[in-house]
T-cell receptor, first 111, second 113 residues
Framework: DAKTTQPTSMDCAEGRAANLPCNHS???????VYWYRQIHSQGPQYIIH???NNETNEMASLIITEDRKSSTLILPHATLRDTAVYYC????????????FGAGTRLTVKP | ETGVTQSPTHLIKTRGQQVTLRCSSQ?????VSWYQQALGQGPQFIFQ???????GRGNFPPRFSGLQFPNYSSELNVNALELDDSALYLC????????????FGSGTRLTVV
């Protein structure tokens, strides 16, 4: 699975959009981009995933660049409860292989 | 639908002892993965079970072993515990036919003294 690079930490004001970047320059054509988050003392929570098209669900939007070498997770209106560590993972999904987590980005939403 | 449940939530063991951690997967899920998360780090993949067979293993020694049962629940066994085994152990389940990601439990916090 391809490696990802994320900033160590980010801050965001409550009510504003949080934009979390991820670089995955060695991604292969059959690898998906997954995002998870982990709130303190809980297990990681699935947020969203995509292959090459932009995706949106009730939690977030995922923007993948045309060359697929980077992506951005967007939380449109961050709340204090969105404070968490956010993990960007690239993997091939069809073989149901493991998810390999990096260190993630610690997002702090401030009042 | 029920989520992933892990037991116990906390555990203290002495170095050299053996421990068994348990995981009940989400209803309809046939794949279970186990992860170790040391303090301040991301989860590290231990191994995965699919339909009762090991289906991939991370960089962990053989004293880490597992089982998956016909109802798709799972156990993680660690022998000869070391101080560095102190961590949060996470179980995640999924279904092979689903594109969606894993559902994680809240973990078992193991402390080795």
């Amino acid at each position: 699975d391809a490696k990802t690079t994320q900033p160590t930490s980010m801050d965001c004001a409550e009510g504003r959009a949080a934009n979390l970047p991820c670089n995955h320059s060695t991604i292969s054509g059959n690898e998906y981009v997954y995002w998870y988050r982990q709130i303190h003392s809980q297990g990681p929570q699935y947020i969203i995933h995509g292959l090459k098209n932009n995706e949106t669900n009730e939690m977030a939007s995922l923007i993948i660049t045309e060359d697929r070498k980077s992506s951005t997770l967007i939380l449109p209106h961050a709340t204090l409860r969105d404070t968490a560590v956010y993990y960007c993972i690239v993997r091939v999904t069809y073989n149901n292989n493991d998810m390999r987590f990096g260190a993630g980005t610690r997002l702090t939403v401030k009042p | 639908e029920t989520g992933v449940t892990q037991s116990p939530t906390h555990l203290i063991k002495t170095r050299g002892q053996q421990v068994t951690l348990r995981c009940s997967s989400q209803s309809g899920h046939n794949t279970v993965s186990w992860y170790q998360q040391a303090l301040g780090q991301g989860p590290q993949f231990i191994f995965q079970y699919y339909r009762e067979e090991e289906n991939g293993r991370g960089n962990f020694p053989p004293r880490f072993s597992g089982l998956q049962f016909p109802n798709y629940s799972s156990e993680l066994n660690v022998n000869a515990l070391e101080l560095d085994d102190s961590a949060l152990y996470l179980c995640a389940s999924s279904r092979d036919s689903l594109m969606r990601g894993y559902t994680f439990g809240s973990g078992t916090r193991l402390t080795v003294v």
